[in-house]
């Protein structure tokens, strides 16, 4: 393989050594390998790098890695991902699956077993690719949504709502889908800030409550009497509908 | 998950318990004066001397009944109480085999890793000498987390025959500093001793190593500083010796100054869940400090702050012969 077609792939894991350890392995089959050490970093260099596949360890210092997996979800549902976790309870498994991961390792890991699944994975996706190379003109897989009186094609980012038609910038976006997949469960101002944007806790949530004017001046009748982002007291949001 | 029915949560129980004592005790009495009415009107009928029975003995009676329901009812609190705090504890306990498990996995994980790899690729020998260097790095996480379940064990079994000798303390702290330099390297620590002065306690050797191996590693561990610094220094009263540790690390609430000294706390700041720490060490020392009759108070102005842990114990009176410091 030459350095062009190098397959890249981005490691989020705190503990140094077995980063490194992986770094190495992964590095010597071939692949180009950064490493973040903390679910920010790595949401970052997930942005800026583009990477084919992720590893990705659960418990990280900052977000946790379940908030990367489902942030980077909201916006690239089909990107590899890989978690590699020293939790190994079936019910850490199923939350790993139920929030989209493709693969799920526990720690300690059988390096060879590690190779092949990650190349593996690297394969299919390259399939996958293929597939929708051949199948141009259908890229468009996503229905509009449709709530209300409002719908929102998240393949144009446009929406149609009683304002008319508006085009929504990638953060409405993002916060949007949030909402949709959590249809009618209460969202706390932070979860929607660790997933939406990426932050920890303890940044302002004053954030979260401006882009929920926003929502609400777009697409409610009346802001002051909001029917679909209901604000929960001391819980946060929650987005219904019929 | 199935959720049990609310009405067979202990604090329900503990209410509905409470409101039927105090129905009870409310139909005793309502009971007993209407029963004691109708004595009472049997009485003037058939013209007996009325004094003689009623009215002090009602009071009496009520009394009585009330001294026995606040007996039960303060049976009850306490029997609640335990089993808040058995919860609690239980609780704690899951965390804690959680979190140990996690820690227990990482170095292995690490290891395997590495091993594996040389098995695999034949690496320059540079490459492998630094690998081989944090195996034995890891080697030795492994083992001090199993020491200190190790100890955590003896501790709790309150080993009989603890054997305490009388020492200065701050030889004994310059001496530990001593041998484990290698274990402080990067973090500058600094022992305030004047010359003359001497600070005798009794002590276990063995279990004062680990109060000061767990107080020292602690300030380096939860430190965000390049250099993390560490103040040693010594004072004494007329009956205490006190050994102050001060460090310029994470620090913590104040709220939390008691706290953390319970079995399997851990502060849950989100920047420290990679410090790692089974939150055993604290628990240990405190545990240690008491057994030396001693005691450990925590102090810090906040989190980001520095910490500072004082240590005192009963001040002894040196050995009459040999000793040079007077």
């Known amino acids: 393989m030459d350095a062009v077609n190098r397959k890249r792939i981005l490691l989020i894991e705190d503990d140094a050594h077995i980063a490194e350890g992986i770094a190495l392995n992964l590095t010597l089959e071939e692949y180009e390998v950064k490493v973040a050490e903390n679910g920010i970093q790595g949401l970052k260099v997930w942005k800026e790098w583009c990477p084919h596949l992720i590893v990705l360890d659960l418990m990280l210092p900052g977000i946790d890695g379940r908030e990367v997996l489902k942030n980077i979800r909201l916006e690239d549902e089909r990107l590899p991902i890989l978690i590699l976790s020293a939790k190994g309870d079936p019910s850490d498994k199923i939350g790993g699956f139920v929030d989209g991961v493709d693969d799920y390792m526990t720690k300690p890991f059988n390096l060879e077993e590690f190779l092949l699944r990650i190349k593996r994975l690297l394969t299919r996706d390259q399939w996958q690719q293929e597939q929708d190379a051949s199948l141009t003109g259908h890229t468009t897989d996503q229905k509009p949504y449709t709530f209300g009186e409002n719908q929102i094609d998240f393949s144009t980012g446009l929406a149609q709502c009683r304002n008319g038609t508006i085009q929504l910038t990638e953060q409405e976006i993002k916060l949007l889908k949030l909402f949709i997949v959590n249809k009618g469960k209460p969202l706390s101002r932070s979860k929607l800030l660790e997933i939406g944007w990426g932050y920890s806790k303890g940044t302002s949530t004053r954030t979260v409550d401006n882009y929920i004017v926003r929502l609400r001046r777009y697409f409610e009748k009346d802001a002051k009497n909001p029917t679909y982002f209901k604000s929960r007291r001391s819980l946060g949001y929650i987005f219904d509908h019929e | ?326």
């Open chain 2, 1 to 326: 998950m199935r959720r049990p029915f609310w009405f067979l949560h202990p604090v329900a129980i503990f209410i509905f318990s409470i409101i039927a004592l105090g129905l009870s005790l409310f139909l005793y009495i309502y009971w007993y004066v209407e029963v004691s009415t109708g004595l009472k009107t049997v009485i003037e009928k058939t013209n007996l001397n009325p004094e003689q029975f009623v009215a002090w003995q009602t009071w009496v009676v009520i009394m009585v009944l009330s001294i026995l329901v606040g007996i039960i009812l303060l049976g009850i609190i306490v029997v609640f109480i335990y089993q808040r705090k058995t919860q609690a504890l239980y609780r704690a306990q899951h965390r804690f085999i959680n979190s140990f498990t996690h820690e227990l996995k990482t170095p292995t994980t690490s290891l395997q890793l590495y091993l594996e790899t040389m098995t695999k690729h034949e690496l320059p020998r540079e490459k492998q000498l630094k690998y081989l260097h944090y195996m034995l790095e890891d080697v030795a996480r492994l083992t001090d987390d199993i020491n200190g379940i190790l100890n955590l064990a003896r501790l709790e079994a309150k080993v009989a025959g603890v054997e305490f000798v009388i020492v200065d303390l701050v030889e004994e702290v310059v001496e530990f500093y001593r041998k484990n330099e290698q274990l402080f390297r990067g973090s500058e620590i600094l022992v305030n001793k004047s010359e003359d002065q001497c600070y005798y306690c009794s002590i276990n050797h063995a279990l004062f190593q680990m109060v000061l191996m767990n107080l020292l590693s602690n300030a380096v561990r939860y430190n965000e500083n390049d250099r993390p610094q560490i103040n040693i220094s010594f004072s004494q009263t007329e009956k205490m010796v006190q050994l102050c540790i001060t460090d310029n690390g994470v620090g913590f609430e104040k709220s939390q100054a008691k706290k953390v000294f319970k079995k399997f706390f851990q502060i849950e700041e989100e920047s420290l869940t990679h410090a790692g720490g089974t939150g055993l060490g604290l628990y240990m020392v405190d545990q240690v400090v008491r057994l030396h009759k001693g005691k450990i108070v925590a102090q810090s102005d906040g989190p980001g702050k520095g910490a500072q842990f004082v240590v005192s114990l009963p001040r002894k009176n040196p050995d009459l012969n040999g000793d040079t410091c007077s």
